[in-house]
């Protein structure tokens, strides 16, 4: 068996929970600005942080939410997301991060999926947390600065502060169960541990070398994986300092980066081809940008090196996925090979895998990417049949990504085995949309297929079987999914096909249709 090991000496494996390893990044510079919201500027030092982590944990403790249960979050960036997702861990809680863009049908799936009995959001969601509750397990809605009726403030959950980690098993115990959206059916709550998570941290330590008092504009999700381990809690807890952003907007982010002297950048494909070409760049100060990151879906190396270029910072990219909280692969800070997700990082093994019959291929060789790892996933929350699929029994992760890894350890995306389609960093489920589609009652068949796109990186196609005689057209069809689907999960194009290509088992042959889209 071939397997390709980090070339980088492995770190040693933490005790410590995520969040005592994020106030060992805090709690020696009590007067630092850790975190600030940038469109107001209101900031939080690291002792406010800590303090009010401490405060919500006793208080969740105090109301017997916590230890054991889970609590949901659906809110956009902003200081107080750290201190409900640290709250929950220090307590001894299971948080499951919500997509403020979901809709309730997807908020309720989630919510019940995951058995939480607290929702905490911001006011300008709490229509939507209330629908989205509405037969779950959730009894208490909680909103970040207040001002709902019959609900409870975030101040309202403040107690005698939590004094130390409440107890529970570093390596079984669920920290935080994101939902990753698979192939088939519904997305799947991934299990990380807080081994899991720390280990991630002190993994990417390594390559990244973030020195204290770095600021970096944080506009990825901390809902995500990406936002959350990279920046949230990898920034944090190396003794950076966070500017948040409820949603991206490139005027504001390169007004942020200006205004705070940004030294490193996390950005995702659509936002590295921005900063390569888009006029506005030109308009700011990005002097001060040394480093920059994308990760979340593969950048070409033309890319690569042209945003490097314009800000006179050193670009590479890395690898990763929910289900390796998230990162196994990272391009070392001076050892860029364009076009590359880089190098594994430490305690980290890779197979690269022949998919047809298993065969363990070498150095140059496409095929299945293979990980194992500290950071890999317990498995995946109620679904016993998607972990054995997933996980093999001596914990090898099986990625669903074609790639090749050269004789030093680099690794190259090559294409997709599984059938995800990555919409400008966020992975969109076929199967999802087209059940959706299909529930409309004048449309008797679907399939969804990803189109590449120089800017979002993939688009959503829809390849539509109209029932006869139906009045359907595309806005019809766009307006069904309005109630269904969040945003980013809509088709791009609603094209109406006689039938869509399938095997004798009847399985979607979304080959044929992306050698369609291709060809055009």
Known sequence: MTVFPS??????????SITERLFQGLENRPEDVAIIDGPTGRALTSAALVDQIRSLAGGLVTRGVLPGGTVAILAPNCPEYAVVFHGVAFAGGTITTLNPTYTAPEIQHQLHDAGATMLVTIPALVDLARAGMTGTAVTELVVIGGGAEDALSLDDLMGAPQ????????DSFPVVLPYSSGTTGRPKGVMLSHRNIVTNVNQLAVPTGIERGETVIAFLPFFHIYGMTVLMNLVLGQEGRLVTMPRFDLEQFLHLIQTHAVSRLYIVPPVALALAKHPMVA????????????????????????????????SIQGYGMTEMSPVSHSTYRGKPRHGSSGQAVPNTECRIVEPETGRNLGPDQEGELWVRGPQVMMGYLNNAEATA?????????????LAVIDGDGYMFIRDRLKELIKYKGFAVAPAEV????????????????????????ELPIAFVVAAPDAELDGDAVMAHLEGCLSHYKHPAEVRFVDSVPKSASGKILRRFLRDELRAE
Not at 7 to 16: F, N
Not at 163 to 170: E, F, H, P, T
Not at 389 to 401: F, Q
Request: zero cysteines; a negative charge; aromatic letters at 6%.
């Open 7 to 16: 070339l980088y000496p492995e770190v040693a494996l933490s005790d410590m």
């Open 163 to 170: 004094a130390a980690q409440v107890r529970v098993d570093l």
């Open 283 to 314: 308009q700011y100060d990005m002097s001060s940008v040394r480093f920059i990151f994308s990760g979340a879906a593969p950048l070409s190396a033309e890319v690569e090196i042209a945003v490097g270029e314009r800000l006179g910072a050193e």
């Open 389 to 401: 699929a997933t996980l093999t029994e001596d914990g090898w992760l099986k990625t669903g990504d």
């Open 434 to 457: 087209e059940a959706a589609l299909i529930a409309h009652e004048k449309i008797i068949d679907a399939a969804v297929v990803g189109k590449p796109d120089d800017e979002a990186g």
